[in-house]
């Protein structure tokens, strides 16, 4: 009675009684059971969806570059949409889907239908295809097990601190070798668990190992704070400056990552923390003269210690996660400037003061 009362509470749903009355074999209710339950039990700690190796845009030399899953942006360009939700969710790779509609079959929640749509409206025959209603999946996995094409993944894995730590010292000789190090990124990295992601950068230290942390700034100060004694270098985004901008494009107000830069500039320890400025430069969004200069006369007027400024033009590399992920990319009108304009606004930059102006997210040599 114990286990069904936790698993009803935290699931929200009579989830045991679901498993009792449909038609299945006790052994497949146990090892349901068992996988939603073991997830409880690590509801506090985050989950990763990529650990990347050999990443050289995310800080100096060769890193490995750790993505944390949930952000408190909705970026409308976002190039890795699994990471804005904090919780797992379940990924269809159309290509390899036969419209079997086994996962349908054996959904214990029901939250897998056939429908009609997709990439089959192209063939002949419009076969069916899996939607996945988020609101009643409790990520058991049970279709994942039962997909022969292996046309569904999971997004998320949670990591001891002890286990992420073997597999990133794994490349040490890389990093020492290049002066690179770990980069935790996202999502957002200083909204997750700060126990977990304060105790982790402690051990990576501990280890000798640089750490970078890649943020969008949209957090309390205090969570900043927690991690920056163990921080070489913050990639620090600035994005855009009106609040009607943020809310339309980025789903947060544009005032908070602004101030918290202006804190950070200003509690930099005296030697050994860097802060890289790093701007998107959005086709029809930001890829203006105004936005540039706005930049430059707010580096300047809050005195903000950065030691460099990458611009980073938009690409469209991730749009094609969300069909995977059952939702629609709202950025079809964004454009890649060209190289040309990427100069322009690099040298608008350095005529206004800005120093150290880098086109992509490399360290300027």
Request: aromatic share 8%; glycine share 8%.
């Amino acid at each position: 009675m114990l286990e069904k009362r936790v698993f009803t509470v935290n699931c929200g749903r009579r989830a045991l009684d679901i498993l009792e009355r449909e038609n299945y074999t006790n052994q497949i209710r146990i090892e349901i059971g068992r996988k939603v339950l073991e997830k409880l039990m690590k509801n506090r700690t985050p989950y990763i969806t990529n650990i990347q190796k050999y990443s050289i845009h995310d800080g100096k030399g060769i890193r490995t570059a750790v993505f944390f899953k949930g952000c408190p942006l909705t970026c409308a360009w976002c190039h890795n949409p699994e990471t804005q939700s904090f919780a797992q969710e379940l990924l269809l790779y159309p290509e390899k889907c036969s419209g079997c509609g086994s996962c349908a079959d054996v959904c214990p929640e029901h939250a897998v239908t056939m429908e009609a749509g997709g990439r089959f409206l192209e063939e002949k025959e419009c076969r069916k295809h899996p939607v996945t209603d988020s609101r009643l999946c409790t990520g058991c996995e049970t279709c994942l097990d039962f997909c022969i094409q292996n046309a569904r993944a999971l997004s998320g894995k949670q990591y001891r601190t002890s286990d992420l730590i073997k597999e990133l010292e794994k490349d040490r000789a890389f990093y020492e070798q290049s002066g690179g190090g770990i980069t935790l990124s996202g999502g957002e990295v200083l909204a997750q668990d700060m126990e977990y992601v304060e105790n982790l950068a402690k051990e990576i230290k501990k280890r000798g190992m640089q750490l970078a942390i890649d943020t969008c700034g949209a957090v309390k100060y205090e969570r900043i704070l927690r991690v920056l004694p163990w921080t070489d270098t913050f990639l620090y985004d600035i994005k855009l400056f009106e609040e009607e901008d943020a809310r339309k494009w980025l789903g947060c107000e544009a005032a908070l990552p602004l101030e918290n830069l202006e804190k950070l500039s200003a509690d930099l320890p005296e030697t050994g923390t860097d802060i890289w400025i790093r701007m998107p430069v959005i086709g029809g969004v930001n890829d203006t003269e105004k936005h540039m200069e706005r930049t430059a006369a707010f580096l300047k007027d809050k005195k903000i210690r950065y030691t460099q400024v990458n611009l980073l033009p938009y690409h469209a590399a991730g749009s094609g996660k969300y069909q995977q992920l059952g939702r629609q990319y709202k950025g079809k009108d964004f454009y890649t400037p060209s190289a040309e304009q990427m100069e322009m606004f690099a040298e608008i930059l350095r005529r206004n003061g800005v120093s150290n102006v880098v086109i992509g997210g490399g360290k300027n040599v």
